[in-house]
């Protein structure tokens, strides 16, 4: 793969026809050896947060070596990394991707948050000598989220007596017991944590069975233009704080499983416009590509235009509209921009490592990008502040 010094640098000998995925791997090794050396216990990267094997890679060289898995087709993909632990962590499976995961590719951590998943993992991991001895198993416990943009307690996880009774009925088949919850991903404040820890104390004490391992999620928060999050350190305060707390023993396993905040400033997307009209630009990439989270959420990624002599330009909010025929592949932004964008013109549109090129579809005949790596920093970052400080320590 191509590598070069910045965006601006690599449209000095190209004009892409497509939309560019610019990867950061070195933002993505930074981001892991913080959580590596921050997080009280075990990471593990929520694989579908992006797996480019460059940002993989980083994250692998970094010292993570856990990924969890949400679907048969990801577990494939990340068993063939030497070495790694898969925790499949998606409260509905198939009896399939259940039984393949067991047997094929040796997994044994499962999540549940039913009695009748719980009774599908049983039924699908039974061996010639009866039930398995060796699972570990989570129930996903609900838990309120707050600051979250977007909230996942709707949809997943069991509460209050039923999760107690789960708790038990789990208990009593699982090599390890644990429980899990996520508070919503880009939770902008570390207050959810407390409350999910707080859950997570009145579960065990009222199921009062032994617990193995405290699974906290994903959620932790990353940069954009409309959301500043508390700074990570916070975030570990409480979480510490909470888990120490827990009526468990000191051999309960602590982890975590991030996947924006690993990735989210690893990667940009360079993208041409292709008409302008008043304050609205056409661009070749949108809510059906890689710019998902900015048409369907609202997200308002940071951009900057690539063209030299602007730097002294007064900035104008913008209106993006992707390439599709549809009337909702639309991003309003503000995307705050030069004032004299014109067609042409290629866009920087940062910060997109997390869920970006996941959410990507084929609609219309788009979805096809270049690639390349860049080797400046990120427009934003939860990092750079730690890496300038541990520098001047140094
Ligand atoms: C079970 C589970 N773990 C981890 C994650 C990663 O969350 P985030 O990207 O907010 O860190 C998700 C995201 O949906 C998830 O469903």
């Not at 609205?280 to 951009?303: C, H, Q, R, S, T």
């Not at 921009?337 to 490592?353: A, H, K, M, T």
């Amino acid at each position: 793969m191509e590598r070069f010094r910045s965006a601006l640098s690599f449209l000095e000998t190209r004009k892409p026809d497509i939309p560019v995925l610019a990867a950061r791997p070195h933002a993505a090794g930074r981001a892991a050896r913080w959580f590596v050396k921050n997080f009280p216990g075990e990471v593990a990267y929520a694989y579908k947060a992006n797996s480019s094997v460059f940002l993989i890679g980083a994250l692998y060289g970094a010292g993570i070596t856990q990924f969890d898995v949400a679907s048969l087709a990801e577990l494939e993909d990340a068993a063939t990394i030497p070495g790694v632990r898969l925790h499949f962590m998606h409260p509905v499976k198939s009896r399939t991707a259940i039984r393949r995961a067991y047997h094929e590719f040796g997994i044994r951590c499962f999540a549940l948050d039913t009695e009748d998943e719980l009774d599908k993992i049983v039924e699908e991991t039974m061996t010639a000598e009866g039930p398995a001895k060796d699972l570990e198993l989570f129930v996903r416990v609900s838990v309120p989220a707050k600051n979250s943009r977007i909230p996942l307690e709707r949809k997943f996880g069991i509460s209050g007596a039923k999760a107690a009774k789960l708790l038990v009925k789990t208990r009593l088949v699982a090599d390890e017991l644990g429980l899990t919850f996520h508070v919503g991903s880009q939770t902008t404040m570390p207050d959810s944590y407390v409350t999910g820890l707080e859950e997570i104390h009145k579960l065990i004490v009222k199921a009062g069975v032994v617990v193995d391992a405290i699974d906290i999620g994903g959620g932790f928060p990353s940069r954009y233009t409309d959301s500043e999050p508390a700074p990570l350190s916070s975030f570990i305060d409480v979480i510490k704080a909470g888990v120490d707390k827990l009526p468990v023993t000191e051999h309960c396993r602590v982890i975590c499983e991030p996947g924006r905040a690993l990735v989210a400033e690893a990667e940009s997307l360079i993208v041409r416009v292709d008409a302008r009209r008043g304050d609205e630009l056409f661009i070749n990439d949108g809510g059906y590509g890689a710019l998902f989270d900015a048409a369907m959420l609202g997200f308002v990624f940071p951009v900057k235009l690539l063209r030299t002599g602007v730097e002294t330009e007064p900035l104008k909010p913008f209106e993006l509209w992707g390439p599709t025929c549809d009337s909702i592949d639309r991003m309003k932004g503000p995307f705050l921009l030069p004032q004299s964008v014109r067609e042409g013109d290629y866009i920087e549109i940062g910060n997109l490592g997390a869920y970006g090129r996941a959410l990507s579809g084929g609609f219309n005949g788009y979805g096809r990008y270049e690639e390349i790596i860049l080797l400046d920093e990120p427009m934003y970052s939860m990092y750079a502040d730690d890496d300038e400080q541990r520098q001047s320590k140094a």
